[in-house]
């Protein structure tokens, strides 16, 4: 026989063992002791926060014999014992997720009023009940509304908003909140020492951070750690199982995008991957560290859920970041967690939100846009034209006067500018390099073939060309040429396919 999963085993059997729920649990506590109870509870709130599990703790103190309401659930009576042991026939547990219809409420709503056969109550607990059809819901309402007095109605849900507002009126509602890292660990170490495992301290906090304020979670990840050969679970183990990184990596991938060093954050991200880290786990990571950067060098250090390491470590780093790169970080690396298009190629989500938040551009309205430059109707000679604090040298200079270094330092300028003639060019710019000037054409190196030719297409060379004559005042061509030894030449893909449209974001196939 297999043995109880620990978030079974482990499961609240009282109120005081429910965690960072207090503010339900008083109410609850009042009501039953003071014999104010209502017919119908809505508990609402994240998966693993203890939702079902009070409800059955409200199941068990209503129908505990113990003399004393306040001691209710006492766990030693009868009912009590029935209960934790699943046997309670007056507790009747329902997965709306699988009894969805209306006849499921209606075979429900005709036993409701039937007597209980052992305790005082009929407790009905409906799980997930945003899942009923709304045929089922109205077919509830009635029920719901003017119960028989020996029934108790508790639903939980995780999405309030499905559940039809003439329910939620019928019912007393309780929200359930993420619980707070702290709170975790110490439960998961009260778990530990009874369990007699043998845990490095380390662990415990990575298991409260990847369960995101999920109890069950968290507890069914040390219940997949202690089944490990291993006498002692360690950290380097428990990030391996977990395929996640440890949190000096967020941090030196973030010095990275500080020091704007491209090659040592390429690096980073391609020795993850061959160390068998989920790339969309490292990208919540991120996200998660850079929201941290945020709040810091916002003043609001206190809302960060960090150990005082990692904190001296942030403090360090946020302010040397403007929150304007920190805010297009974030969003770069929460699209690539939640990108699950690029199987074939795991570190590219990755790369692309790397290389984004390395040359991210600032938000286009707040920049001051230069009107193109208006081509004359005769070859009159050109009307001056006041020219802002530090642009570029005047529209109609001869050509050879753009040096490659002006092309290079106003590369950023020119990705921004592109954005305003077609949405799609910067990501074609971002992916290229500016290699040399002749004369009036300016070299442009493109890592793979694809990249290359869909750049070298007549509207896209176009709209490259008036980018860099809006930035830099000069009428330029573009060239567009395969670079370097290690410029890779896809197979033959669809050009309008994933694969091309993936490589024309800036991805590169792994070695």
């Not at 005082?308 to 942030?314: C, D, F, L, Q, V």
């Not at 061509?477 to 030894?485: I, M, P, Q, Y």
């Not at 896809?490 to 024309?504: I, M, N, Q």
């Amino acid at each position: 026989m297999a043995d109880q999963a620990l978030y079974r085993k482990w499961r609240p059997a009282a109120f005081d063992e429910v965690v960072g729920q207090e503010h339900v649990v008083q109410t609850i506590r009042h009501a039953l002791a003071s014999g104010r109870t209502a017919h119908a509870y809505l508990f609402s709130g994240p998966r693993g926060t203890g939702k079902t599990s009070t409800a059955r703790l409200v199941a068990k103190a209503l129908n505990c014999t113990h003399p004393d309401p306040a001691q209710r659930p006492d766990n030693t009576c009868r009912n009590c014992v029935a209960v934790n042991e699943g046997r309670f026939l007056d507790l009747i547990e329902i997965d709306a997720a699988s009894n969805t219809g209306v006849d499921n409420i209606r075979d429900l709503r005709d036993k409701v009023n039937f007597s209980p056969s052992e305790g005082q109550y009929k407790v009905y607990i409906i799980d997930e009940v945003h899942m009923l059809s709304m045929g089922a819901f109205n077919a509830l309402l009635k029920t719901l509304e003017e119960p028989p007095p020996h029934a108790v109605f508790i639903l939980a849900t995780t999405e309030t908003h499905k559940v039809p507002a003439t329910v939620l009126s019928r019912c007393q509602r309780h929200n359930f909140r993420r619980i707070p890292t702290a709170e975790m660990v110490a439960r998961l170490q009260s778990i530990v020492s009874r369990e007699g495992l043998q845990v490095e301290p380390a662990v415990l906090d990575v298991l409260a951070r990847q369960a995101t304020g999920s109890m069950r979670d968290a507890i069914s990840l040390l219940d997949q750690l202690a089944a490990s050969p291993d006498e002692m679970v360690t950290l380097d183990a428990t990030l391996k199982v977990l395929g996640t990184a440890g949190g000096q990596a967020a941090q030196d991938l973030a010095e990275a995008l500080a020091e704007q060093d491209a090659a040592r954050g390429m690096d980073a991200i391609n020795a993850l991957m061959d160390d068998g880290v989920d790339s969309r786990q490292f990208a919540r990571q991120m996200v998660d560290y850079l929201r941290g950067l945020m709040l810091v060098r916002m003043g609001n250090a206190r809302l960060v859920d960090a150990g005082a390491e990692t904190m001296k470590a942030m403090q360090q780093q946020a302010g040397r970041f403007e929150v304007g790169a920190l805010l297009r970080a974030i969003k770069a690396f929460n699209a690539a967690a939640n990108d699950s298009r690029s199987g074939w190629l795991a570190q590219l989500p990755l790369e692309l939100a790397f290389v984004d938040s390395l040359r991210g551009d600032p938000d286009p309205a707040a920049r001051v846009e230069t009107p193109p430059i208006r081509k004359a109707a005769s070859p009159a000679a050109p009307m001056a034209t006041a020219s802002p604090p530090g642009a570029p040298p005047p529209a109609n200079r001869p050509p050879g006067v753009v040096q490659l270094g002006q092309v290079a330092s106003n590369w950023n300028d020119v990705v921004a500018a592109s954005r305003r003639v077609h949405p799609n060019l910067p990501a074609l710019l971002a992916a290229c390099q500016p290699l040399g000037v002749e004369g009036d054409v300016v070299t442009l190196g493109f890592r793979n073939e694809v990249l290359r030719s869909k750049a070298d297409g007549e509207q896209n060379r176009q709209g490259i060309e008036q980018s860099l004559g809006q930035v830099l005042g000069a009428a330029l061509h573009v060239k567009c040429v395969l670079h370097s030894a290690e410029a890779v030449q896809l197979p033959d893909v669809d050009s309008d396919g994933p694969v091309a449209e993936a490589f024309r974001l800036g991805g590169r196939p792994r070695k």
